[in-house]
C-alpha cells in the first residue's frame, strides 16, 4: 500500500560525505513525520533525525552539526546529507514514515519503513 525506498548508500572514506534519500509512494495523503535510523553490527536500531511535516528537526547528539536532514513534500521525499562521516557511522540506515494518512479518510494511520540501506565509512 506505502513503500519507502532508500538509496544513496555507499563506501566512503573517514571525513567524506553522503546524501541519503527516501522516497514514498502509494497510496499516501499526508505523513506527519520522516526520519532516518540507523543499525551498526550488534547495536540497537537508533534513531538520528527527524523531520515533522511542519519542518520542525530533531538530531541525535551523535549527528548534530554534521547531518542534515531534509524534506521535499511534493515528492514525499526526506533526504540525509551526511558530513564529515566517521567509522562510527557505519550502520544500516532506515527511513521511518510516521502516522501515514492514506486518501481514505475512515481508515487510521500507520507507520512504514523502508528496507534499509547500507553505510560503510572506512579508510
Known amino acids: 500500500q506505502v513503500q519507502l525506498v532508500e538509496s544513496g548508500g555507499g563506501l566512503v572514506q573517514p571525513g567524506e560525505s553522503l546524501r541519503l534519500s527516501c522516497a514514498a509512494s502509494?497510496?499516501?495523503?499526508?505523513?506527519?513525520?520522516m526520519g532516518w535510523y540507523r543499525q551498526a553490527p550488534g547495536k540497537q536500531r537508533e534513531v538520528i533525525a527527524f523531520?515533522?511535516?511542519?519542518?520542525?528537526?530533531n538530531y541525535a547528539d551523535s549527528v548534530e552539526g554534521r547531518f542534515t536532514i531534509s524534506r521535499d513534500d511534493a515528492k514525499n521525499t526526506i533526504y540525509l546529507q551526511m558530513n564529515n562521516l566517521q567509522p562510527e557511522d557505519t550502520a544500516v540506515y532506515y527511513c521511518?514514515?510516521?502516522?501515514?494518512?492514506?486518501?481514505?479518510?475512515?481508515?487510521?494511520?500507520?507507520?512504514?519503513w523502508g528496507q534499509g540501506t547500507q553505510v560503510t565509512v572506512s579508510s
Open positions: 523531520i515533522t511535516s511542519t519542518g520542525s528537526t
Open positions: 521511518k514514515a510516521k502516522d501515514i494518512h492514506t486518501m481514505d479518510p475512515s481508515a487510521e494511520s500507520f507507520d512504514a
Open positions: 502509494g497510496n499516501i495523503f499526508s505523513i506527519n513525520a
